[in-house]
């Protein structure tokens, strides 16, 4: 079974300063996903990046990039130029590419992001 | 694109009761449906996956007489919480995808509160 592992509760960041959100994960698979999620107050769950495992190049949404490192198993976002809209909680998620089971995903247990002035 | 709505966003009820809970895509359709629930400040816990027109596949340790899903149409699944009890008060959150094996997107979730 994979398991995925956030080991930063909490995080702060200042305004306009780069904060990175760690992300491990354990699978015996070569083929994956992994994507970050961000939870803010509202509890809307809201895709920030994706990332192919097969796909060397790491993965940039506008200020959101990933540092992938599939041999260490590591799957870092990086938040640039933050802003106080950012503050929410960050879910690190798993999901196998196998299409012969049902698309699951196996989420971390997030990490709290604060955003101050 | 990729909308996903629920309904309620908040219900109460007393003990006893059913309550249901709708999940509709807006704007695809969701060959899969997944129905999660969160307690406070922990991450989400899947409770079921649903594809269109069959069964829904339920986790480990849910109850599947407790916790009905239905998933009649390609933009609409429900969730019935049935005979509830003050342990089934939670956040349950939905999401649907358009493929077997593609993103997710997420509802905005419904607050449970069984008095």
């Known amino acids: 079974a994979q398991t995925v592992t956030q080991s930063q509760p909490e995080m702060s960041v200042q305004e306009a300063e780069t904060v990175t959100l760690s992300c491990t994960y354990d699978?015996?698979?070569?083929?994956?996903?992994l994507f970050w999620y961000k939870q803010p107050p509202s509890r809307q769950m809201i895709l920030v990046i994706r990332?192919?495992?097969?796909?060397?190049q790491n993965a940039t949404e506008n200020r959101f990039s990933v540092n992938f490192q599939k041999a260490a198993k590591s799957f870092s976002l990086k938040i640039s130029d933050s802003q106080l809209g950012d503050a929410a909680m960050y879910f690190c998620?798993?999901?196998?590419?196998?299409?012969?089971?049902?698309?699951?995903?196996?989420f971390g247990t997030g990490t709290r992001l604060q955003v101050t002035l | 694109g990729a909308v996903v709505s629920q309904h309620p966003s908040w219900v109460i009820c007393k003990s006893g009761t059913s309550v249901k809970i709708e999940c509709r895509s807006l704007?695809?359709?969701?060959?899969?449906m997944f129905w999660y629930r969160q307690f406070p400040k922990q991450s989400l816990m899947l409770m079921a996956t649903?594809?269109?027109?069959?069964?829904?596949?339920?986790e480990q340790g849910v109850e599947k007489d407790k916790f009905l899903i239905n998933h009649a149409s390609l933009t609409l699944s429900t969730l019935t919480v049935t005979s509830a009890h003050p342990e089934d008060s939670s956040f349950y959150i939905c999401?649907?995808?358009?493929?077997?094996?593609?993103?997710?997107?997420f509802g905005p979730g419904t607050r449970l509160t069984v008095l």
């Open positions: 999401s649907a995808s358009q493929g077997f094996t593609d993103t997710q997107y």
């Open positions: 699978t015996s698979e070569s083929d994956y996903y």
């Open positions: 990332q192919e495992a097969y796909k060397q």
């Open positions: 998620a798993y999901r196998s590419f196998n299409t012969g089971t049902a698309s699951k995903l196996t």
């Open positions: 704007d695809f359709q969701a060959t899969t």
């Open positions: 649903s594809n269109e027109g069959s069964k829904a596949t339920y």
